[in-house]
Each structure stands twice: as structure tokens, then as C-alpha cells.
């Protein structure tokens, strides 16, 4: 996993280029000090991420185009290997960045992972105002149960994050942590992460039909599709007019001013 990791950070920031091969199985075990079967192993994983690509005759190459469908954890857990912890996230309750911290932390409390210090900001749209999504299939409109309901998704959810984060603090496993959550106006039609200002996943949420339970009453409605979202991954490179450095960029300067101008620590 560390050889993965290490390999996969170079290529996210380019220090492999898309279409560049990758040095010798043997190099890299050279490189990482580690055995030829550790080396094919972590390649295997980021064949799995579809970072890589094989060549018969020829070697590994990193595939022409990085910014693709990804996965968002193991880029995540990176992340809380090194010593400070940053992650913005704007969407619609939380719910998937709480998932996809749980195994992050687990590893802090098991000393597998020792950051310094975790700072977390969460966007999420204000259910004290109407909304034109969610809402009944057959009556549009806004319908306060739907966001009675979301509100009591979104506080479970970023209330058990900030507590599994701060008790970090509270029992010395990290030095400082943070857990900050503010509302907006505007229902989400997407998903951002930010991770340490370098990295973003970015994912549209699609709009489907299904039944949920408002008070004893089954009602169906349209719903926004979070854990369905896919997203796709943007890293910022030591060359500011990069794609990827611009797109980092720009999705900074939109969460700040949204944070910025958001209701400071609402209920949503």
C-alpha cells in the first residue's frame, strides 16, 4: 500500500505524465527498497484505479488521461499520511463524506496513521427554506417533511463525523482538530470534495424516482442520487496554468466565497 500510494501521488501530480513509462520493476524495487512481488502487487492496485496501463513488450505506462472516473478513499486516506488534514466538502448532506472517513480515522485510532492536525469544512443547503428538489413525484413544489427528513440525514451524519474527529483530539491522537459545518441557500446538484487545497473530486448528482417513509405515510419522490455519483478527479501540479492547477484553483476560490457568505454553524 505505501508503494501504491507513493506511486500514485507521483502520478496525480504528474511527476509521471500521462502516457510516460514507468521505471522497471526492479528499478522501482531498488527505488522503495522493497521485493520485485511488493512492487507488482502495488501495480496491480493502481491497474485496479485504472491509473496504469500494461503493454506487452513494452512496460507500464500511466494512462493518457488521469482526470476519469475515480474512487475517492484511497486518495482520502493518502491524505492523512502526511501531517496536516484538510478536506472541504460542499453537497447535499454528508452522508458519503462521513462513510468515507470512517476508515481513516479507525487508522489514527490504531496508530496506523499519525497526522497532526484535521480540519473539516462542510457546505450543505439550509432545510429551513423551500426547495425545488426533492420533492413529491406528483405535486412540485417544496414539501417540508422531505426536508425535515434530509436535515435529520445531514445532522446524524456531520454531528458523528465532528465527534469521531474531535475525540481524536480530546484523547492526544492528534494535536488539533476541527469539524466546521455551514448552510447555504442553494439545493446541491453536485458534489465537491477538496483535499489539502490540491487535490478535487467533483460529481453531478442524478435525479431519480424511489419511495421513502415520511412519518407513516410511503411517499414517492425525486430524490438526488449522492452514493451514485461519480466523480472526477482534478490535482493540482507544480505548473500553475495546468488544467488540473486551474481547475484546483477555481474550486477553491467557489468554496471559499460560498463559505464565506453561508449561514455560520445552522442547523441544516
Keep these: 500500500m505505501q508503494v501504491a500510494n507513493a506511486l500514485r501521488a507521483a502520478i496525480l501530480t504528474r511527476k509521471y505524465a500521462p502516457g510516460e513509462k514507468l521505471p522497471s520493476g526492479s528499478k522501482l524495487a531498488e527505488t522503495y527498497g522493497v521485493a520485485r512481488q511488493t512492487v507488482q502487487n502495488a501495480l496491480d492496485i493502481l491497474r485496479d484505479e485504472k491509473l496504469i496501463v500494461s503493454r506487452q513488450g513494452s512496460g507500464v505506462f500511466v494512462r493518457e488521461r488521469t482526470e476519469r472516473p475515480v474512487g475517492l478513499r484511497p ?40 497526522p497532526q492536525e484535521i480540519s473539516i469544512r462542510i457546505l450543505v443547503a439550509d432545510t429551513t427554506i423551500p426547495w425545488t428538489l426533492p420533492r413529491r413525484v406528483d405535486e412540485p413544489g417544496d414539501y417540508p417533511p422531505i426536508r425535515e427528513r434530509m436535515a435529520d440525514i445531514a445532522v446524524r451524519h456531520i454531528e458523528s463525523l465532528r465527534h469521531s474527529v474531535n475525540e481524536l483530539a480530546e484523547i492526544g491522537l492528534v494535536k488539533k482538530a476541527n469539524v466546521e459545518m455551514r448552510v447555504h441557500g442553494t439545493p446541491p446538484m453536485f458534489k465537491l470534495y477538496i483535499i489539502n487545497d490540491a487535490q478535487v473530486f467533483f460529481g453531478f448528482y442524478p435525479v431519480y424516482e424511489h419511495q421513502v417513509s415520511l412519518g407513516d405515510e410511503p411517499t414517492t419522490i425525486l430524490d438526488l442520487g449522492g452514493k451514485d455519483t461519480i466523480l472526477f478527479h482534478h490535482a493540482a501540479t507544480d505548473d500553475d496554468e495546468s488544467m488540473g492547477s486551474q481547475y484546483v484553483a477555481q474550486a477553491r476560490r467557489w468554496f471559499d466565497s460560498m463559505w464565506t457568505t453561508a449561514g455560520r454553524e445552522n442547523t441544516p
Design 75 to 114: 486518495h482520502l486516506e493518502q491524505a492523512f499520511e502526511g501531517g496536516t488534514v484538510r478536506v472541504d466538502f460542499a453537497g447535499y448532506t454528508g452522508e458519503t463524506l462521513h462513510g468515507a472517513m470512517q476508515e481513516p480515522l479507525d487508522n489514527i485510532r490504531s496508530g496506523r496513521l499519525t
